[in-house]
Nanobody, 125 residues
Framework: QVQLVESGGGLVQAGGSLGLSCAVS????????MGWVRQAPGKEREFVAA????????LYADSVKGRFAISRDNAENTIYLRMNSLKPEDTAVYYC??????????????????WGKGTLVTVSS
C-alpha cells in the first residue's frame, strides 16, 4: 500500500513563504504522478499543482501560478511545494496525492489513487 506523509505546514503572515514536503513509500515513486490538492474550511477540495512521473511537466491552478512551485526528487521519494507570496485565501489543509496514470490523464482532485492525511497551512492577514 502506498503511504504519503506531508510535512511543513504552519502559520505564516500574508506575503510570506512556506515549503511543504510529501514523503512517499510503498510503491516505486518514479511510477507515480504526484500532486497537491487543498481544502479550505467549508469549501470543496481544489487542485493546486501536479507533476509528471519524471518531473518534466507540471500543472498549476491559475490561483497559484507564478507563486507556487512543485518539484520532486525521485531519489528521495519526495515531492515539494514551495509557496511564495502567500495570501489569506491560501489557508487550507494541503493534501499530497499520487496516481498511477500519466499526468495528462490523471484526475486532479478527488479521483487520485492515493492520498496523505494533509497538513494545515494558515496565512494570517
Amino acid at each position: 500500500q502506498v503511504q504519503l506523509v506531508e510535512s511543513g505546514g504552519g502559520l505564516v503572515q500574508a506575503g510570506g513563504s512556506l515549503g511543504l514536503s510529501c514523503a512517499v513509500s510503498g510503491r516505486t515513486f518514479s511510477m507515480l504522478s504526484m500532486g497537491w490538492v487543498r481544502q479550505a474550511p467549508g469549501k470543496e477540495r481544489e487542485f493546486v499543482a501536479a507533476i509528471a512521473k519524471t518531473g518534466g511537466h507540471t500543472l498549476y491552478a491559475d490561483s497559484v501560478k507564478g507563486r507556487f512551485a512543485i518539484s520532486r526528487d525521485n531519489a528521495e521519494n519526495t515531492i515539494y511545494l514551495r509557496m511564495n507570496s502567500l495570501k489569506p485565501e491560501d489557508t487550507a489543509v494541503y493534501y499530497c496525492a499520487a496516481d498511477k496514470r500519466i499526468l495528462a490523464t490523471m484526475p486532479i482532485t478527488a479521483g487520485m489513487d492515493y492520498w496523505g492525511k494533509g497538513t494545515l497551512v494558515t496565512v494570517s492577514s
